[in-house]
């Protein structure tokens, strides 16, 4: 059996390990562009770090809507979020983000 207090745990163990990982890869960024001798490569790597930090906000519902075997809604809701992220993608990329 699954409480409350379990998914409490869960969520903030995701949030410590995403916080460090995060912040590991924003303090090696300034490295890894000059070790590829390329300067995209910090804010690139920045901000794709910034999903470590995302993670545990969608993983805990997603976690609990299979638990409860509502199959239907986990569909929906990943469709409509690679629809949206999609479309930013495509959005950003047209002016040259």
């Given at each position: 059996?699954?409480?409350?207090?379990?998914?409490?745990?869960?969520?903030?163990?995701?949030?410590?390990?995403g916080v460090a990982i995060f912040a590991s890869f924003y303090?090696?960024?300034?490295?890894?562009?000059?070790?590829?001798?390329?300067?995209?490569?910090?804010?690139?790597?920045?901000?794709?770090?910034?999903?470590?930090?995302?993670?545990?906000?969608?993983?805990?519902?997603?976690?609990?809507?299979?638990?409860?075997?509502?199959?239907?809604?986990?569909?929906?809701?990943?469709?409509?979020?690679?629809?949206?992220?999609?479309?930013?993608?495509?959005?950003?990329?047209?002016?040259?983000?």
């Amino acid at each position: 059996d699954v409480t409350p207090r379990d998914f409490d745990v869960a969520f903030t163990i995701q949030l410590a390990i995403g916080v460090a990982i995060f912040a590991s890869f924003y303090v090696i960024a300034p490295w890894f562009a000059e070790w590829f001798e390329d300067p995209v490569y910090e804010p690139l790597l920045r901000l794709s770090a910034i999903t470590f930090l995302l993670r545990p906000l969608m993983n805990q519902h997603l976690t609990w809507l299979h638990r409860e075997m509502r199959f239907k809604e986990t569909a929906v809701r990943s469709a409509f979020s690679s629809a949206i992220s999609g479309t930013v993608s495509i959005v950003m990329a047209a002016p040259g983000f």
